[in-house]
């Protein structure tokens, strides 16, 4: 099993910066790959970024990129998100991932095997 909390979340003015984090626990954090996925409401959960297990591959969806930034710390089982140059359209709730797959690091929603709770996210225009 594995525990995921996300933090960092609010309310930010377009063109601000947030830098949201996920903290795991419960298995070996640098075993798995990891990813973030938000979703507005009425809309499907949609990819945004997502983490190779050692953190030397990343891939994001084409709305973020240029813009956010993933990274994680093994050492401190976290991985975060640094969301610059915000857009109202950026609003949604923000969810991280972990894929237990090796090598993966995945755009797909299936492909992650845990979830966490969610934090939200609120850019005004």
């Known amino acids: 099993q594995v525990q995921l909390v996300e933090s960092g979340g609010g309310l930010v003015q377009a063109g601000g910066s947030l830098r949201l984090a996920c903290a795991a626990s419960?298995?070996?954090?640098?075993?798995?790959?990891m990813g973030w996925f938000r979703q507005a409401p009425g809309k499907e959960r949609e990819f945004v970024a997502a983490?190779?297990?050692?953190?030397?591959?990343?891939a994001y969806a084409d709305s973020v990129k240029g813009r956010f930034s993933i990274s994680r710390d093994n050492a401190k089982n976290t991985v975060y998100l640094q969301m610059n140059s915000t857009r109202p359209e950026d609003t949604a709730a923000y969810y991280c991932?972990?894929?237990?797959?090796?090598?993966?690091?995945?755009?797909?929603?299936?492909?992650?095997?845990?979830w966490g709770q969610g934090t939200q996210v609120t850019v005004s225009s």
């Open positions: 991932a972990a894929d237990l797959q090796p090598g993966a690091y995945s755009r797909s929603v299936s492909s992650y095997d845990y």
């Open positions: 419960g298995r070996t954090f640098s075993y798995y790959a």
């Open positions: 983490i190779s297990q050692s953190g030397g591959n990343t």
